[in-house]
């Protein structure tokens, strides 16, 4: 089945403990992205990815860190999480940047920062 | 800076037709329409897109105004599983960041 999938699911974490949510799709697309979402501010892109070792930054990269030494996989690395971090992720996938088939996303990672 | 405007939420009985507007007046001559839906929570789901032609799929169809400004989605016969946040969103077909510019989209819920 084509799918991206994201790990963990549920994370509740420290402040300044390092963590790492993975992504991983299995569909040889080119574009992957990280969101995140806030009530009250919708979806916000943290960065993005045009294709292996091409990443870019989003509206909110501050305090995350992302690789793409492979195609299917684009971990998010936060050095120090903190508290303004506690949000809900999605990883999200698509053939190219245009979107243009449809972004596929992840099913989430609900990470608490305390 | 969501280029669309949709109703906060809206209200279907199940096995009717839902149809959700969007407004897109500032919609340029190379940007798609794209509907998403948000089940609770979980990610995001890609329903349909289109340029200026009507779009239909298996799950829903998509009717654009000649003039590109408004969009309508339709859910042919909703059931309480199409009970979401629907987003409407215009986004470049290339040359851009891949970003997708979610606004607060429209709550439906179907009743029994």
């Known amino acids: 089945e084509a799918q991206v999938t994201q790990n963990p699911r549920y994370l509740i974490t420290v402040t300044g403990k390092k963590l790492t949510v993975t992504c991983s799709q299995n569909m040889n697309h080119e574009y992957m992205s990280w969101y995140r979402q806030d009530p009250g501010l919708g979806l916000r892109q943290i960065y993005y990815?045009?294709?292996?070792?091409?990443?870019d930054k989003g509206d909110v990269p501050e305090g995350y860190k992302v690789s793409r030494k492979e195609k299917r996989n684009f971990p998010l690395i936060l050095e120090s999480p903190s508290p303004n971090q506690t949000s809900l992720y999605f990883c999200?996938?698509?053939?190219?940047?245009?979107?243009?088939?449809?972004?596929?996303f992840g099913s989430g990672t609900r990470l608490t920062v305390v | 800076d969501a280029k669309t405007t949709q109703p906060t939420s809206m209200d279907c009985a199940e096995g009717r037709a839902a149809n959700l507007p969007c407004n897109h007046s500032t919609i340029s001559g190379n940007e798609y329409v794209y509907w998403y839906r948000q089940i609770h929570s979980q990610g995001p789901q890609y329903i349909i897109h289109?340029?200026?032609n009507n779009e239909t799929n298996e799950m829903a169809s998509l009717i654009i105004t000649e003039d590109r400004k408004s969009s309508t989605l339709i859910l042919p016969h909703a059931t309480l599983r199409d009970t979401a946040v629907y987003y409407c969103i215009v986004s470049p077909n290339s040359g851009n960041t891949g970003k997708l510019i979610f606004g607060q989209g429209t709550t439906l819920q179907v009743k029994p």
């Open positions: 289109g340029l200026k």
């Open positions: 990815s045009m294709n292996v070792e091409v990443t």
């Open positions: 999200a996938s698509s053939l190219g940047r245009d979107g243009i088939y449809g972004y596929t």
